[in-house]
């Protein structure tokens, strides 16, 4: 009854749907929500249907060689590539959302966070009302995962499940192979290559531009270069020179293949219990049966979904501390989550880390840093609770003369809780393999090296 109810919604609206880099759309597994009447609308969603809301900015600039509608773009390509690979129901896009570090540029907007998690829920609960209890938010930005994690949060606590596309972790994994500019991720290398694939047109090669002083944290892209923040007459954070319709193909098509899978992945996953810690199985309306039973659980104890979320932030991990990100490495912790380092000291809350990577990045001996993580075996133990084992290494820091130091590593244990749609650091422990440089040293106050 369910595809016959996609078929019919989807004969209506078909013809509206197309796109010049689209797949075929003779036969779309989808639906787009706006082309339908209420009362078509009104069968679609059903408790078991997945609506998907791309999340593209209109207005943000992304420098002289791409349009302020940039984002809306990607979100309306990787939107009709969804809709015709998966049976979603596709919403309007979000324009307008959480863009802080560009409104130096004429034409760009954003939101306050509390305004974009507000209109993202309020979104999500004008649909949920009518059946679907499954949401997912195809992200075409990195600053709007702070809007979109309190968003999620809030709904598990309504028994709504959201998740949304981790951008940075995707690009940081899928670009690797074919990034050669030395650091970016603002209308770079890797955004141009993906618009000469998606919208050729909407790129002008002629203007691109290499721009790419220091990282400010938080990042906060300036015209001026005597205000604080990351100076970019251009708006360029990057090497948008470097760009290709080849490396585009490679990064798009990596993308909508995790996108669908993350889509899949939603589908699968038990909605949460409302007003419970954490999402739980519950029984879906049109089967009666959980929506997700004990045989979706691996030897590890966890879902396939939740391992894969976990190992993600392995990822967001390296990105954050790649770009000098004290905002995003912090939000990988729980509000009172905390790291114990080698030598005892402890770092409690992620107020305190945010503030403690702030400091380290402004430091000289940092700003060319690269700290990894490579997560080996991941196990839960409970549906909330699990223990990841991992190694780590620090390399590139300078001392005081501006010399290279010797790398230092080890191995460290990881405990992560779910929370909302997504999973946290509760604590981070380390230690130092023999042998190598000490680890960073945080006493008397953050930052490595030091005298002592």
Known sequence: MR????????????????????????????????????????????????VVIPLGAAL???????????????????????????????TAPL??????????????????????RDATIQVV?????????????????????????????????????LRFTDLAGALDRIAAPVRRQEDGSHADE???????????????MTRAVKDLAPRSTPMQ????????????PSGVWGDATLATREKGQIVVEGLVSTILTDIEDVRSAPVPVPGATGPAPRPSRATGRPVESAGGVQPNGCTPGDERRIRRIESSFNVA?????????AA?????????????FTERGRRTIQQNRSEQFRRKEYRGSRHTLAFGSVRCITSSVAVVDSKWELRDVLDQAGNTLPNAEGLSTLVVKRVGGGWQIEGYRYNVKPGTASPPRFLPRPGYPDKR
Do not use: C
């Not at 075929?24 to 408790?47: C, I, Q």
């Not at 955004?191 to 047109?201: C, F, G, N």
């Open 3 to 50: 595809a016959l109810l996609f078929a019919a919604a989807i004969a209506a609206s078909t013809a509206a749907v197309t796109s010049d880099n689209q797949q075929s759309s003779a036969s779309p597994k989808g639906v787009r929500l706006e082309h339908l009447s209420w009362v078509d609308a009104e069968r679609m969603l059903t408790p078991d249907t997945v």
């Open 60 to 90: 943000k600039e992304h420098g002289p060689h791409l349009p302020l509608r940039n984002d809306l773009s990607l979100a309306e390509y990787f939107t009709n590539r969804i809709v015709a690979a998966a049976p979603v129901v596709a």
């Open 95 to 116: 324009t307008y959302h959480f863009y802080p570090a560009f409104l130096d540029y004429p034409g760009s907007t954003s939101l306050s966070l509390e305004t974009a």
């Open 125 to 161: 609960r004008s649909l949920a009302q009518h059946g679907p209890r499954r949401f997912y938010v195809l992200n075409t930005g990195l600053s709007t995962v702070h809007a979109l994690e309190p968003a999620a949060a809030a709904l598990a606590n309504e028994g709504i499940l």
């Open 190 to 204: 890797i955004e141009t290559s993906m618009m000469l694939y998606v919208d050729p047109a909407s790129v002008d």
């Open 221 to 232: 892209l300036r015209r001026n270069p005597n205000l604080p923040g990351t100076f970019s």
């Open 321 to 329: 501390w790649r770009q000098m990100d004290a905002e995003g490495v």
């Open 332 to 344: 990988l912790w729980t509000e009172e989550g905390d790291i114990v380092h080698a030598d005892g």
